[in-house]
């Protein structure tokens, strides 16, 4: 049963992270235009509009921008819910990445090289906002993980516990 949970969650994980690299890297770009970003070649706009200010974007969206409450909860939520995945599935596939800080160091990292690869090719703006927001929602994923696996092990042990009962009152008559 553990090898067919861990073979699984390493698909759902593949594909997670197919979709992750859809939308955050690939959302507004055709076959050719990737190729060119690889390959330096890209003759079309770019996203110049990087920021290493934490909280600026956070705060624009928030309290100072003009835009759609759309856009506001696309921006700001869709980064918070696009990595619970991520720190949910984490712990799944491995079991060294059991422990709280194991899991943030992950999705820390995983967001780091996707904003790495939008400043680099050029594929989006890095934003140092995504990071924060990628990292909480790790947060948010490890909590919701962890609470599963306590109530799956309670579950277990109230089980065991009532075999154990049922066994010793049928031993005792």
Partial sequence: MRVIIKVISLVVMFLYLLVLS?????????????ISHFTFNYDGDYWNNHNFIPFKTIIFYLFLADIN???????LVGNIIGFAPFAFILPLVSKRFRLFKKVIIATFCLSLTFELIQFVFKFGSFDVDDLILNTICGILGYISIHAVLLL?????????????NYLTSRHDN
């Fill in 22 to 34: 859809k939308l955050i890297l690939f959302k507004y770009l055709t076959m050719p235009d990737i």
């Fill in 69 to 75: 409450f759309n856009i506001r909860v696309e921006n």
């Fill in 152 to 164: 799956i092990n309670n579950i277990k042990a109230k089980n065991r516990v009532e075999i154990l």
